[in-house]
């Protein structure tokens, strides 16, 4: 599976962002995925999960209610809607393929990462 991310960009406290992330070979419509998140000088942070069917998601604690993940399995497209932006939300955003059934936050439990994408929040 080939993840490829988009949608990262400048935008200014409280602002929002759609990240998108589409697979361009294979699909994804069967599987967890996940989005992290890695700021300059920091280890790669859990952000969100979403199951294979959309039911069920999950959120880091400093995302909970401003991110929301959704997924578009027809389209095999994974997205994440970012609103109420704060400047500790700047990193580089990854979408992650997990290939078990269980949910897991620790990012080597996916096997196939995208290449990220930059959010930079101003103050």
């Known amino acids: 599976v080939q993840l490829q991310a988009s949608g990262g960009g400048l935008v200014q406290t409280g602002g929002s962002l759609r990240l998108s992330c589409a697979a361009s070979?294979?699909?994804?419509?069967?599987?967890?995925m996940g989005w992290f998140r890695q700021a300059p000088g920091k280890e790669h942070e859990f952000v969100s999960a979403?199951?294979?069917?959309?039911?069920?998601?999950y959120y880091g604690d400093s995302v909970k209610g401003r991110f929301t993940i959704s997924r578009d399995n027809a389209e095999d497209t994974v997205y994440l809607q970012m609103n109420s932006l704060k400047p500790e939300d700047t990193a580089v955003y990854y979408c992650?393929?997990?290939?078990?059934?269980?949910?897991?936050?620790?990012?080597?439990?996916?096997?196939?990462w995208g290449q990220g994408t930059l959010v930079t929040v101003s103050s």
């Open positions: 070979e294979g699909t994804i419509s069967t599987y967890i």
């Open positions: 979403i199951s294979q069917t959309g039911e069920i998601t």
């Open positions: 992650a393929v997990r290939t078990s059934s269980s949910y897991s936050n620790y990012g080597d439990d996916y096997a196939y």
